[in-house]
């Protein structure tokens, strides 16, 4: 019954990323606007005084592919200040007579949107996604939709993860994204509707959780009941009927004899949500949910009452023709199938916030992940800092807090202590932890890494990078017994209290590039690891595996993250090429997957 992979009503068979991009709230009256729209460069961003909105542009793009990437149609690196986009949309009376929301996948970074030259909304944030409800503006038949996007990615109140400050990539900085990049779509809603949906579960009881959320605008017709269904494939299972006398309602409905979501096992049950006036439909919108139970406790992680022990792979999401935006959906699929066909259970999702389309195949895939923000670039260290983390956050929140892929949340990665200054040090530290504790408030079903590396400070697991090479040196410093002190690389960093799980969420990044391929990758900074590159692949070979089952036989250690799954641009530490092609010998990547295959010490304790 999902209809998540729907595809538009009024798109072409051409139309890229044409699939339904919000697969936990779908309605089947939507229509994709990707493909052809105009486009215009702003380097000096006087296009809003020149009143470009009412005006043509001279370039064409692909959307929702950003102007840096080749399947843009644009591809120019360099700086834009901003841009602007343009498109003619066709809309038929009967789309008309109810709400239209404009729904934006992503857009870096700030945006201003004009419908036939009324401004209808702006939003900031480069990783979330937003809606503007454009029913005043827009029209039965032709429609012009403008779209302004600035980026600045060298303010330190922007937030931009592992986008380059540089005119080119270097180190782990990469090329950037400006503008739109995921799905543009316009949704057509009834003028009472369901609004949002919020799910939580309980695999000991066997329960889900509902709170729904009515948006009421039409008061003649108001709905008289909300009608919620869930389905084991085609056989109801269990059903309520609610009375909508609040805008928000909450109720709880009993599996029997439920099946529990795991990655052996990703069992997913529809979800149907009717809002009815009599026998009449007003809306419908249907949905999913993996009923499981995450908890964190001595010294592990725990999926449905059973220790877990989390294979990682560390995923940044680049593509080299799509850059942030993956070529196809297909695509997310297949990275998901490369890092599960070596072993690993999930992916620690690193500064970036992945689409829907990424989760929705996570859900169903049974494959673990990590939701971190892109904080990088974000001066933490400022107060007013936090206003514009949280505004974003929480969306992020919002957004995808019912999928039972995500098994964690981590707002920030690596932030810096600042010990020689106490008053940015307090700042930083009190930004840090009042997003844990907004996240904790929010979703208190999951754990919550403040931030990822370096300087915790108030932290659910607590989880270390650490990118030693040599074997021994990391068995001596991670093979202990839970509780029991270790000894991190980075001396400042602040100590292990030996009452969390322990999670080394960034190992290996063990460099490798092949005699042919010598030609396209850049050579690296020599100083970026202080260990040699592996000899021969046998070396390559025995540190991958050697530093992995050092981490599986920690009886201390609740989960490992190898850093990475591909290449990108001039890094080249991962398992595949950033063209998601085989480095090494089909025996190495047969090894690695013996290994991780191995029970870890922490799964083998019933306690």
């Known amino acids: 019954m999902i209809e998540a992979n729907s595809k538009s009503q009024g798109a072409s068979t051409d139309s890229p990323r044409a699939d339904y991009p919000r697969p936990q709230l779908v309605r089947k009256s939507w229509l994709s606007l990707n493909g052809q729209w105009s486009f215009q460069m702003d380097f000096n961003d006087s296009g809003e005084e020149k009143a470009f909105w009412q005006q043509g542009f001279n370039q064409t793009i692909t959307v929702p592919f950003c102007p840096e990437s080749s399947l843009s149609g644009i591809e120019n690196k360099d700086f834009m200040k901003a841009v602007w986009y343009s498109r003619q949309v066709q809309l038929s009376e009967p789309q008309c007579k109810g709400i239209i929301h404009l729904h934006f996948g992503a857009v870096d970074y700030f945006c201003k949107v004009w419908v036939n030259g009324h401004f209808v909304g ?116 269990a059903s309520v009927n609610l009375q909508p006398a609040e805008p928000c309602l909450q109720t709880q409905l009993v599996i029997p004899h439920a099946r529990l979501w795991s990655p052996a096992d990703p069992w997913l049950y529809d979800i149907r949500i009717q809002l009815l006036s009599g026998e009449k439909i007003l809306d419908e919108i249907t949905s999913y949910v993996g009923l499981r139970t995450i908890e964190w406790k001595n010294h592990k992680l725990w999926l449905n009452g059973n220790p877990i022990f989390m294979r990682l792979i560390l995923d940044q999401g680049f593509y080299p023709d ?36 990424y989760l929705y195949h996570c859900d169903r895939l049974g494959y673990l992940v990590w939701s971190e923000f892109p904080n990088w670039g974000l001066d933490v260290s400022r107060s007013d800092s936090l206003p514009v983390f949280l505004s974003q956050w929480i969306e992020v929140l919002k957004r995808d807090c019912n999928h039972p892929s995500i098994i ?41 890494i403040d931030t990822s590396g370096f300087y915790h400070v108030k932290t659910d697991i607590y989880d270390v990078h650490d990118y030693e090479q040599d074997i021994m040196a990391f068995y001596n410093r991670y093979h202990k017994e839970p509780g029991e002190e270790i000894q991190e690389e980075m001396s400042l960093r602040q100590r292990y209290s030996g009452t969390n799980p322990l999670f080394i969420s960034e190992y290996g990044g063990t460099f490798w590039i092949k005699d042919q391929d010598k030609r396209i990758y850049p050579l690296r900074d020599p100083g970026w690891n202080k260990w040699t590159d592996p000899r021969d692949e046998q070396e390559l070979c025995d540190r991958i595996t050697g530093l992995t089952k050092v981490l599986l ?4 250690v609740c989960g490992l993250c190898y850093t990475q799954l591909t290449d990108v641009e001039q890094e080249v530490n991962g398992l595949y090429t950033y063209e998601r092609k085989q480095k090494f010998s089909d025996w190495i990547y047969q090894q690695i997957k013996k290994v991780l295959s191995t029970e870890a010490a922490v799964e083998k304790s019933p306690l």
């Not at 509902?210 to 085609?234: C, G, M, T, W, Y």
């Not at 949340?409 to 504790?437: A, L, M």
């Open 122 to 237: 702006e939003h900031q944030g480069g990783y979330t996604s937003f809606s503007f409800d454009i029913t005043d503006a827009a029209k039965a038949g032709s429609n012009k939709i403008v779209v302004l996007a600035r980026d600045n990615v060298r303010d330190p109140m922007q937030p931009s993860g592992k986008q380059s400050e540089r005119l080119n990539s270097y180190g782990c900085f990469y090329t950037r994204t400006t503008g739109i990049w995921q799905t543009v779509w316009l949704e057509f809603l009834p003028l009472n509707y369901l609004s949002d949906l919020k799910m939580t579960t309980d695999a000991y009881n066997d329960t889900v959780s509902f709170r729904i959320a009515l948006a009421i605008s039409d008061s003649n017709h108001r709905p008289d009941q909300v009608k919620i269904e869930v389905f084991d494939q085609e056989t109801l299972c």
């Open 322 to 357: 799509g850059i942030y935006t993956a070529p196809s959906d297909q695509a997310l699929v297949d990275d998901i199938c490369l890092a599960k066909n070596l072993g690993f259970n999930g992916a620690r999702l690193h500064e970036k916030v992945f689409e829907e389309r």
């Open 408 to 448: 964690g949340w981590c707002p920030f990665n690596e932030t810096f202590d600042v010990p020689f200054d106490k008053p940015r040090r307090s700042q930083n530290d009190d930004v840090i932890r009042s997003i844990y504790e907004v996240t904790k408030l929010y979703d208190p079903t999951r754990p919550v």
């Open 553 to 556: 036989d920690s009886p201390a």
